[in-house]
C-alpha cells in the first residue's frame, strides 16, 4: 500500500500531518517523564517488593474490572433499551441517563455516603416503616457504585451512537433467516458495537484507576489514593513517584487489551440513507425494564440531589448558607471551554493519521495518546508545577499552563470522540473528492470536517464536562486568588460546611445542563421519525 | 471567553502595588484564616496574595517549585508539613522565635508555632461520662473501646500522634497499640470531622481527634451529644500540635514576610483564636487566654513535645500505618 500512486488512495502521510499528530502526543509524555525523573531505582525495588504494594494493586483491578463491568451492564443496556425498544418515556430515560455527567464522582460518593449509615437521609426516610438503618455505602461496592455512577454515561453515549450507525437491513435479515428480535440484534448488531463497548469500557476503567475523591470517601484503598496518601505523608515524592510508574504500565495494560478485543469497525460503506430501526416490542418485560431504569435512575440521579438537597435545607436552617459562587462558575466555564476545543482540535490529526494511514506506528501513537487518562490530577498538576516553576516561571500559575494540564489529563477522552465521529465517514467519499484532484487538505475540509461535526461537538463537550469537574491539578495550578467551582464544593467540603458545599455542586450542575443537552441531543431526539436524521 | 479568565484571574490581585505585594501558601482553610491577613493588611499596609490548599499538598508544591516558588510565607496546618520543607526556609530572627517556648518551634529556628490543637478523646455522652473513660491513650485499644472507636488514619494529625506515640512508648508498643486497634475492631474515617459527626449519630461512640472539631459540629448541629476527654499530661493522646509559619529562602519579601510571622505572634494576631475564630484553637504566645471551657495548655503539654521530627519520622510513621492494614 505504502507510497501507491501519488493521488487516489492515500499513501504516506504529508509531514505536516505526522508533525501535527507528534505535538499533542509529545505534550503527553511529559507527566511519564516526570515521574522517571522522580522515581529512584533503589526505591522502586522497596516500593515494589512491599506486600501492601500488591494488596493496593490487587484492589485497584478488581476496582477497575467491577467498574467496566458495571458501567457497561448501565450504560449499555439503557442505551439499548432507549434506542432500540418500545420502550415508554425513552426520552425521559435517555436524559436521566446522561444527568449524572455534571456530577463530580466525590460528590456522587459524598451523596451516596451521606444518603446511608444510622443517620442517612434512607435512614430516616425508612425509619417510620419499622425499616432498621440502612448500613453506610462503603469500600468496594460504594467505591464501585459511586464510579460507575460516573462513568456509565459515558459507556450510554458510545453505545447510543454506535447504535445509531448500524444498518438495521443486518438485522432484518437475520430476522427473516428466523431469529426472533433479540436473537436477531445479538447475532447482527451486537459485534459491531464491540468497539463501542470496548472503547467505553477503557475509558471507564481508566477513569476507575486515576480517581482519587470517590475512592478515598468510600475508605478504599487503590494505588491513585495510595498516592495521595503519600504525597500527604512524609511528603516524599519518591514513592508516590514509583507508585505513578505503576499506573502508567496499568494503563499500557488496559489499552493492549481494549486494542486486542476490538471488533471491526462499524462504518456504512455503501450509499443510501440509513434506516430507523423497527422497534424491538418488550411485551410483558415492559415493567421489568422500566423497573431496572428506575432502579438507576433512583440511584445516581435521585439520591445524590436528595442529599443535596436535604444539606442546603439543613444549613439554610441554621442560616449558614453561602450565596451562589457566580464568579468561579464563569471561571469553570471559560477554562472549560477553551480545554474542550484545544483538546478537540489535537486530537484531529492524531485520530486521522491512525485511522486514514493505518500502520504499527500510527496506531501506536493514538494509544499513547490514551495513556495519560490513568494518571491521577496530582501526578499531571505536580508535573506541571515542577516545569513550570523551575523552567517556565511566566508561565506558572496562569491559565494557559492550567489549560495544558486539562488537555493532558483528558486527551483519552477528546480521542474517543473524535475517533467515533471519523469513523463515520467513509473514506470512499474522500477518495472520490481526491480524484477531483482536490488536496488532501482541502478534501478534509470540504468533505470529512462537515460530516464530522456533530461528533466533534459531542467530544468537545465531554472534555468539557471532565474539566468542569476536575479538582486535584486545578488546586495545584489555579492562578492564586481565582477559583473553580471544583474547588469551591472541596473548599467547603473540607471545612464541613456541606450545604454551601452543595450550593456549588448544584451550580455545578445546573451550568452543566445546557451542555449535556448538546451532547445527549442527537440521541434523544434520533429515535424519532419527525426529526432529521442525525450525522 | 479570554476577557472572562483574565477579568477571574486578575481581579483581586492586579490592585496590589508592586514589590510590596507579599505571597502566601496557606495550608489553612480561608473560612479560618482569612480574617487575619485582612487583619495584617490593615495594620501594615502590606497587600497579601494568599494561595489555599492542603497543607501536605502545598509542602510538595514548594518542594517541586525549587527555587522557582512564588511563594514568601508558608503557614501550615500542622508542623509535620512545615518540617518537611524545612530545607526551603530560612532561619527567623530570634525575636520573633522567642515569643513561643521553645517546644512549639523547630530547634533550627526555620518555623514558629502560632496556635494550638490537642488531641482529644471525642466521645458520645449517650454512651460514656467523661471520669469513667481511661485517661492513658494506649487502653482504648482493648476490645470493649475499638470496637466502638473511630481514627483517621490517613489524616496528618492521627499521624502525628502515632508518631509521638512511637517517641514515647517505642516503635514495638506502638506498633502493638495499632494492630490491636485493628484486630479489635477500630473503624476508619477520612477525616477527624466526618468521626464526630458519626459519633453525634450513634455510628461510633468514641474517636481520637482534634479538640476543636467538637466545636465545629455544634456549630451546625447545637444539640449533638458529644463532648471532649482531655487525657493526661504529656500522654500522646494529649499531643499539642501546632499550625505554625515559616519565611521561604527564595522570598523575594524577606521584610513583608517577617512582618507577617511577627503578626500572627502578636496580641491582636493571638486573641484571634480564642475571641473570633470558631475553632477554639491555643494562642501559643504566654499571656494570651485560650478559649471558655478549655483547660490550660500547660496542663495537657508533657516535658518534651516532639513536634520537630514530626516531619523526618512521618514516612516510618506511614509505613507502619500501612503494614498494620489501616489504611486499607
Known sequence: MRGRGRRGRPGRPSPALVLAALVPVAFLAVPPAYLAYRAGVGEAWGVMGARTTWETMWRTLTLLVGVAAGSVLVGASTAWLVARTELPWRRFWAVMAVLPLAMPSFVAALALAGATGTSGLASRVLAPLGIGPVPRLEGYWGATLAVVASTAPYVYLLTAAALRRIDPAQEEAARVLGRGPLGAFVAASLPQLRRALAAGALLAALYAVSDFGAVALMRYTTITRAIFTRYEAGFDRTPAAVLGLVLVALAVLLLVAETRSRGADAVQVGPGARRTPTPIPLGRFTPLAVAWLAALTCLFVVTPLAVMTYWIARAAGHGTLDSVPWRAGVTSLALAAVAAVIATVAAVPVTYLAQRHPRRWTMLLERAGYGANALPGIVVGLALVFIGARYLPWLYQTFPLLVAAYVIRFFAEALSGVGTALSTVSPRTEEAARVLGRSPLRVFGAVTLPQMRPGLAASAVLVFLSVVKELPATALLLPTGARTLATEVWRKTTVGAYGAAAVAAVTLMVLSLPFIWLAVREHVLARHPSSPPGG | ?328
Open chain 2, 1 to 328: 471567553m479570554v476577557a472572562a479568565l483574565a477579568a477571574a484571574g486578575c481581579g483581586d490581585s492586579d490592585s496590589a502595588s508592586g514589590d510590596a505585594k507579599l505571597v502566601v501558601y496557606s495550608g489553612r482553610e480561608e473560612e479560618i484564616v482569612a480574617p487575619l491577613f485582612t487583619k495584617f493588611t490593615d495594620a501594615t499596609g502590606i497587600q497579601v496574595e494568599v494561595r489555599y490548599g492542603k497543607s501536605a499538598e502545598m509542602a510538595a508544591q514548594i518542594a517541586e517549585e525549587g527555587d522557582g516558588s512564588p511563594a514568601d510565607v508558608f503557614f501550615s496546618q500542622d508542623a509535620g508539613a512545615l518540617g518537611s520543607v524545612s530545607d526551603r526556609l530560612s532561619p527567623l530572627p530570634d525575636a520573633t522565635l522567642n515569643r513561643v517556648k521553645a517546644s512549639f518551634r523547630d530547634p533550627d529556628g526555620r518555623w514558629v508555632g502560632t496556635s494550638g490543637r490537642v488531641r482529644v478523646v471525642a466521645f458520645g455522652t449517650k454512651a460514656y461520662r467523661a471520669d469513667e473513660l481511661p485517661d492513658d491513650v494506649l487502653a482504648y485499644s482493648q476490645p470493649k473501646y475499638a470496637a466502638r472507636l473511630g481514627i483517621a488514619p490517613t489524616n496528618a494529625s492521627f499521624q502525628a500522634f502515632v508518631t509521638a506515640l512511637r517517641l514515647k512508648v517505642g516503635d514495638d508498643r506502638a506498633k502493638k497499640f495499632l494492630a490491636d486497634l485493628k484486630a479489635n475492631g477500630v473503624k476508619t474515617f477520612e477525616g477527624n470531622r466526618p468521626i464526630v459527626e458519626a459519633i453525634a449519630d450513634g455510628e461510633v461512640d468514641l474517636g481520637l481527634v482534634n479538640h476543636y472539631y467538637l466545636a465545629l459540629v455544634k456549630k451546625e448541629r447545637p444539640d449533638a451529644a458529644v463532648e471532649n476527654k482531655f487525657l493526661a499530661a504529656g500522654d500522646p493522646g494529649s499531643l499539642v500540635n501546632v499550625a505554625g509559619a515559616g519565611v521561604l529562602s527564595t522570598a523575594k519579601n524577606t521584610d513583608g514576610a517577617t512582618k507577617l510571622v511577627d503578626f500572627l505572634l502578636s496580641q491582636d494576631g493571638q486573641r484571634f483564636y480564642a475571641t473570633e475564630a470558631e475553632e477554639n484553637e491555643y494562642p501559643l504566645v504566654p499571656g494570651v487566654q485560650p478559649a471558655k471551657g478549655l483547660p490550660p495548655l500547660d496542663t495537657l503539654v508533657g516535658e518534651s513535645q516532639p513536634l520537630s521530627k514530626l516531619g523526618s519520622e512521618e514516612k516510618a510513621t506511614l509505613e507502619m500505618i500501612t503494614e498494620v492494614g489501616l489504611t486499607s
